[in-house]
């Protein structure tokens, strides 16, 4: 039987709240259920606060599950993992962080549902020092040696912190390692610059699923190996693992490496058999791999087929116009994007002020840049200012004016160059 939360009774008994709290599918109702609790004063009932806590942190407001929590009283740690999962996951960890030791201090005992946030929660704010303590703890009560989740965030959290010592001992000490495990330790290699260990660890993983394969292929990719990347997705075919986006994000990484617009084309053409969509990722990560290698019209066609654009998208675009000297053409996607409502960043700016420098646009130049810092509040970079003084240089003045114009200018941005 449908709910219906226009006009819900003003007074509400305990029976009939569970049944509205279980139905409630957005934070608008969920407001009008919680007026109701606190008209009906059942507001301090535990089981109808903790419900609300957790509805409250599912939908990311810190401040009314927070507000929630205060009123619980003596608080067990079902409710205690509640607000500490909603501060880990809603990016404020070290109120995550807070909130654990004062869980400790109330003398309420964590469970294997408490370590995981709070380890992400170190992660989050790279403290390892907490974590090392947390992890301690752990061992202490029992949940280490038991818990593989509990492991395989711990192994996280000492390859993030950069503490590969601590990561591997975590590692050696799992004896039935999942996949989450091995694809763990392989990036952690990875992003500590030991590729060939990585790769020999990835060939001894028992399964092996789509994150792990592009783990690998995009260190490779990043380790200036791109032809090692392309060599082992050709490895992966025969496995019968799927790629994802970010696959093919990593080989056309690979593409713009080697310089292949043929290979570039090829994933472009795999990716459309496979039945991928033009998704951000892909289709910036396209337009930056056509650019680069020389097709500026084939950029621009993945451009006009992307119904969803980010930002990167926009300045790729606009990057791409400009590597290739179409000043013009970058400055009119600069002006579609304002049309579209989509906020400018330092990015951008380079790329627009590069445009003005091309097509000799001193005045716009000047405009631009007093709407980079004036209206968008962006502090203006070395390559800003680069580009401001081949503007002055490309003016059609002499050199006296323009060294005037140029010491004017320095005076007006507050820089001071030697």
């Not at 909130?99 to 709070?118: E, H, Q, S």
């Not at 950029?299 to 400009?322: C, H």
Request: glycine content about 6%; charged content about 15%; some cysteine.
């Amino acid at each position: 039987m449908a709910i219906c939360f226009s006009s819900p009774p003003d007074f509400i008994s305990p029976s009939n709240i569970q049944p509205l709290l279980q139905h409630c599918s957005n934070p608008h109702h969920l407001t009008q259920i919680h007026a109701k609790i606190i008209r009906s004063n059942l507001s301090s009932n535990p089981l109808i606060a903790t419900q609300l806590l957790r509805l409250y942190s599912s939908y990311g407001n810190l401040n009314y599950a927070t507000s929630i929590f205060q009123q619980i009283q003596s608080p067990s740690t079902f409710p205690w993992n509640l607000i500490i999962r909603a501060h880990t996951i809603n990016g404020s960890p070290s109120l995550s962080l807070t909130l654990y030791n004062l869980m400790i201090c109330a003398g309420v005992t964590p469970d294997k549902f408490t370590f995981p946030f709070v380890i992400k929660a170190c992660s989050a704010s790279l403290n390892v020092d907490k974590g090392k303590e947390v992890h301690a703890f752990a061992v202490k009560t029992g949940f280490y040696g038991k818990d593989m989740f509990v492991k395989n965030t711990l192994l996280d959290m000492y390859v993030k912190c950069g503490v590969l010592e601590y990561a591997r001992k975590v590692f050696d000490e799992i004896p039935v390692r999942n996949v989450v495990s091995w694809t763990t330790m392989v990036s952690g290699l990875i992003g500590f610059g030991e590729l060939d260990h990585a790769r020999r660890l990835f060939d001894q993983m028992p399964v092996r699923n789509v994150v792990s394969w592009t783990a690998m292929i995009n260190g490779y990719v990043a380790n200036g190996r791109p032809q090692e990347a392309f060599d082992l997705f050709s490895e992966m075919q025969p496995e019968g693992v799927r790629p994802n986006e970010f696959t093919l994000v990593s080989l056309l990484r690979a593409c713009t490496e080697m310089g292949s617009l043929n290979l570039g084309a090829w994933v472009h053409d795999y990716a459309l058999n496979n039945g991928f969509q033009l998704g951000v990722y892909l289709g910036t990560a396209l337009i930056d791999m056509y650019s680069k290698c020389g097709s500026l019209e084939e950029a621009r066609k993945v451009f006009d087929l992307m119904e969803i654009r980010s930002l990167a998208t926009w300045n790729s675009m606009i990057s791409s116009f400009g590597v290739h000297g179409c000043g013009e053409e970058a400055l009119a996607v600069f002006e579609e994007m304002m049309e579209e409502k989509i906020m400018p960043d330092a990015i951008t700016f380079v790329g627009v002020l590069s445009a003005c420098v091309q097509t000799d646009r001193v005045d716009e130049g000047l405009n631009y840049f007093k709407f980079m810092t004036q209206v968008c509040g962006i502090m203006p970079v070395l390559e800003h200012y680069v580009c401001m003084f081949e503007l002055w240089g490309r003016a059609k003045v002499n050199a006296e004016t323009r060294s005037y114009n140029g010491q004017r200018f320095l005076l007006r941005t507050g820089t001071l160059m030697f």
